[in-house]
């Protein structure tokens, strides 16, 4: 219902008696028609006037309870060049605006049966899952991903409350089968994001149960992902005592053995390492032998920055549960990370706000992450990314420097076309000017509008300042919001959100010499992150001849980014 359209068909009936009305030729006629017309004008116009304040009451009625009610934001969309899976329809309040066939797809708040039922969960707890999701479509699930969670789900309630027992010695007659893989928190939010996803897989692979430190505010930044349970390590475990499991561990897996090789397995915990210190030892983990004698422990604690998940193939009993858990082997982060990884109200608030200050009102959204790995701003970069926006015709170009054009665009400015919306994350605010200036000094080339927003610059990295890691973890959530994607190579930032997000993003690749490489930038082959440090033939399993190798495996190819890494490809 218009309401301006009411207001002026109120006076449409009188316009039509006065006008079309029969013609009154006797006196009595005219005498009668002068006593009734204005009577029975009176009652029409009282009756479209009230009908017309009451369908404006109703209307401001609705609008105000949809607002008042919706919590959530505008939806955006996923890559149309990953159409090797099906796709969902989202889950969602509907906002106003959108039509019934609009609201008609937003329904499935489980993303297809990848989420638990919102009813198991304690109500009014968590926000973003109860306003879940954002992203007008998902990637289906397999039946058996779906079946596994539903099976860890049950096992996590059962054993997670049971993990106490670590440091409380137990007869052998009270032993039950609960085993635990324990994350623990290392590096930044991107490399936390990467790794903690690898260790949830690691737990569906081999069913323990996943506990993960609590001591860097992990609950500040997640909601808890599994109903009546929390995946936190129970406080017994202290922030000392994690860091005595580190890569000097005498329950470091592969290393300190008496007989100088195989592995230091224990009777009460192995220790995986994979930081920056990892050697050839530690990536015997890959071998099937190591995990056969990880089976009998009921403990493994991991700590890394890398994204181990492509190297779970080189695991022959891996290989068929990963083939049946992801028959796109280019969506696992996406699927496993839209599962684990709900913001919590302190990162939601911030997300909803800025989202339906600057984002909410576009056609597209271009999300744009610039990461340079070096302190203050590269001129170099600026140019490159522009370079990589131009030629792929990411955004329109501006028209060359005229006056006849710019009076063209001047005169023509109430016609503008809708156009991009760039959301821009960066340390830095030099990148946001630069790319801001060249869209505000000339009108684009089409007529379409650019408008560019940039939630924080920064400065620099600040791990574990909690207000840091809350704004980076909601900029990362918004940038998989977009509908296309720009990223800088090497970044695990960038990795997290073009996974989220199931977008195959535009990679610009870094430069060693402060120039611009050529091309700029590369499409990427599949929205998975990139395993930096890849084993590539240097360790041997002792059941293999040969060194194990990423050619070995067709879905594993080297990083755009990253040459000697290995991702996995559909």
């Known amino acids: 219902m218009e309401l301006p359209r009411s207001r002026r068909s109120s006076h449409s009936p009188v316009r039509g008696m006065t006008e079309c009305g029969p013609p009154y030729t006797s006196a009595v006629n005219e005498k009668k028609s002068s006593f009734k017309t204005p009577l029975l004008l009176s009652f029409v116009i009282i009756f479209v006037v009230v009908a017309s304040w009451l369908s404006y009451d109703i209307f401001v009625s609705f609008v105000s309870d949809t607002q008042l009610a919706q919590s959530a934001v505008v ?15 989202a889950g969602g309040d509907v906002l106003p605006g959108k039509t019934s066939t609009e609201a008609g797809k937003i329904e499935d708040r489980t993303l297809g049966g990848l989420l638990p039922d919102l009813a198991e969960f304690e109500p009014g707890v968590c926000a973003s899952r109860s306003q879940q999701p954002h992203r007008k479509n998902y990637f289906q699930p397999s039946k058996e991903l779906i079946r596994r969670l539903r099976r860890y789900e049950v096992r996590h309630r059962k054993c997670a409350g049971r993990a106490r027992n670590f440091f409380h010695p137990q007869s052998q007659s009270e032993k039950d089968d609960c085993r635990y893989v324990v994350w623990i928190a290392f590096s930044g939010l991107g490399n936390r994001l990467m790794t903690l996803m690898g260790a949830f897989l690691y737990a569906l692979l081999t069913d323990r149960t996943l506990l993960v430190d609590g001591t860097k505010d ?20 202290t922030e000392e005592w994690l860091k005595t499991v580190n890569e000097s561990s005498p329950q470091r ?40 004698q990880l089976e009998s422990v009921p403990w493994v604690f991991m700590k890394s920055d890398n994204y181990l998940v492509p190297g779970y193939y080189f695991v022959s009993r891996f290989n068929s549960d990963l083939g049946a858990l992801f028959p796109d082997r280019g969506l696992m982060f996406h699927l496993l990370g839209n599962y684990l990884f709900h913001p919590s109200d302190a990162a939601w608030a911030w997300i909803t706000r800025f989202y339906r200050s600057y984002l909410s009102n576009q056609d597209r959204l271009l999300g744009i992450q610039i990461r ?53 994350t960066s340390l830095e605010s030099y990148y946001y000017d630069n790319l801001r200036e060249y869209y505000l000094s000339r009108p684009t080339e089409s007529g379409e509008s650019v408008a560019i927003h940039q939630p924080s610059h920064e400065g620099k990295q600040r791990t574990d300042n909690i207000g840091h890691d809350i704004k980076a973890w909601a900029e990362i959530y918004l940038l998989s919001l977009s509908d296309s994607l720009i990223t800088s190579g090497w970044s695990t930032f960038g990795y997290a959100a073009q996974a989220l997000a199931g977008v195959r993003p535009w990679i610009l690749l870094k430069s060693e010499d402060d120039q611009v490489p050529d091309p700029p930038c590369v499409r990427a082959k599949s929205v998975e992150p990139c395993y930096h440090q890849f084993p590539i033939g240097n360790f041997k399993c002792p059941s293999k001849d040969a060194a194990h190798d990423r050619n070995s495996f067709a879905y594993l190819q080297p990083c755009e980014d990253v040459f000697f890494g290995a991702k996995l490809v559909q």
């Open 218 to 237: 992990m609950s500040e930044l997640f909601c808890e992902p599994i109903p009546k349970s929390s995946w936190l390590l129970p406080p017994e475990f």
């Open 253 to 292: 897996f592969a290393h300190n053995s008496t007989d100088g090789g195989g592995s230091s397995v224990t009777a009460d915990f192995s220790y995986i390492h994979f930081t920056y210190t990892f050697d050839h030892k530690d990536e015997t983990f890959f071998c099937d032998e190591s995990q056969d």
């Open 75 to 89: 939806l955006v969309g996923v890559d149309a060049n990953i159409s090797s899976a099906s796709r969902i329809a």
């Open 372 to 424: 340079t790995f070096r302190p203050g701003p590269l001129p170099s970069f600026s140019e490159q990314l522009q370079q990589c926006i131009l030629n792929n015709s990411i955004l329109p170009k501006v028209v060359a420097d005229g006056h006849s054009e710019l009076k063209q665009q001047i005169s023509g400015l109430r016609e503008l076309k809708n156009g991009t919306t760039v959301l821009m």
